[in-house]
C-alpha cells in the first residue's frame, strides 16, 4: 500500500504542472490531458522503476510527449480537424499575453515549441533538456535560439494589429 501512498502523492503534486507543460507543447489541452493521463497510467505500471528515476515527472513528461507524437503521426487528419475546431473555442486564460504566447507557439515548429516550453515554463536547463528531448545540447540551443526568434515575430504588435483586420484607412 506504500506505493499507492507514494505514486498518489507524486501525481497530487505534478500532474498539474505537467499537464500545462504538455498543453504548451502541443498547442491543445484535450491532447495533452489523455496523453498525460496515459504516461500517469504507465507510470504506474513502472512506478518501481520510475520512482527510481532522478526526475519520474521529467519521465512522465517523456512519455507524455511520445505519445502525443505518435497519436499525431497515426491521426494527421483528426488533428487538422480538431484544430480546425478549436479555433471557434474561447482560450482559457488569465489574460491577453497569455493567448498571445499559446497562439504564436503554436506557430512554431514542434522541436522549437518542445524547447521553449521546457526552457521558459518548465525551467529545465539547456543540458537537461538535451537529455529529456534525447538531442545534442547544441541542437537545443539551436532550436532554442530559432524558437525564440520565430516567437518575437509572432508576438510583436505589428502582428497583432494585422490579425485585428484594420488597416490604416479603417482609423477613425
Known amino acids: 500500500m506504500?506505493?499507492?501512498?507514494?505514486?498518489d502523492a507524486f501525481y497530487a503534486g505534478s500532474a498539474q504542472r505537467v499537464l500545462?507543460?504538455?498543453?504548451?507543447?502541443?498547442g491543445s489541452r484535450a491532447e495533452a490531458e489523455d496523453v498525460v493521463a496515459e504516461a500517469y497510467a504507465r507510470a504506474w505500471d513502472r512506478w518501481a522503476t520510475v520512482r527510481e528515476c532522478e526526475s519520474p515527472e521529467a519521465?512522465?513528461?517523456?512519455?507524455?510527449?511520445?505519445?502525443?507524437v505518435s497519436a499525431w503521426r497515426k491521426a494527421v487528419n483528426r488533428l487538422r480537424a480538431h484544430r480546425r475546431d478549436v479555433v471557434g473555442q474561447q482560450a482559457e486564460a488569465s489574460g491577453v499575453d497569455h493567448v498571445?504566447?499559446?497562439?504564436?507557439?503554436?506557430?512554431?515548429?514542434?522541436?522549437?515549441?518542445r524547447v521553449?516550453?521546457?526552457?521558459?515554463?518548465?525551467?529545465l536547463s539547456v543540458p537537461?533538456?538535451?537529455?529529456?528531448?534525447?538531442?545534442?545540447?547544441?541542437?537545443?540551443?539551436?532550436?532554442?535560439?530559432?524558437?525564440?526568434?520565430?516567437?518575437?515575430?509572432?508576438?510583436t504588435d505589428d502582428d497583432a494589429y494585422q490579425t485585428t483586420g484594420r488597416g490604416s484607412s479603417d482609423v477613425a
Do not use: C, P
Open 2 to 7: 506504500r506505493d499507492a501512498d507514494e505514486f
Open 20 to 26: 500545462g507543460h504538455l498543453s504548451a507543447m502541443t
Open 59 to 68: 519521465w512522465v513528461r517523456r512519455v507524455a510527449y511520445r505519445l502525443a
Open 100 to 113: 498571445a504566447v499559446v497562439a504564436a507557439l503554436r506557430r512554431i515548429s514542434a522541436d522549437q515549441r
Open 116 to 123: 521553449v516550453v521546457l526552457y521558459h515554463l518548465v525551467g
Open 128 to 155: 537537461e533538456i538535451a537529455v529529456e528531448v534525447d538531442a545534442n545540447v547544441n541542437t537545443v540551443k539551436t532550436w532554442l535560439a530559432r524558437g525564440r526568434r520565430a516567437l518575437a515575430t509572432h508576438l
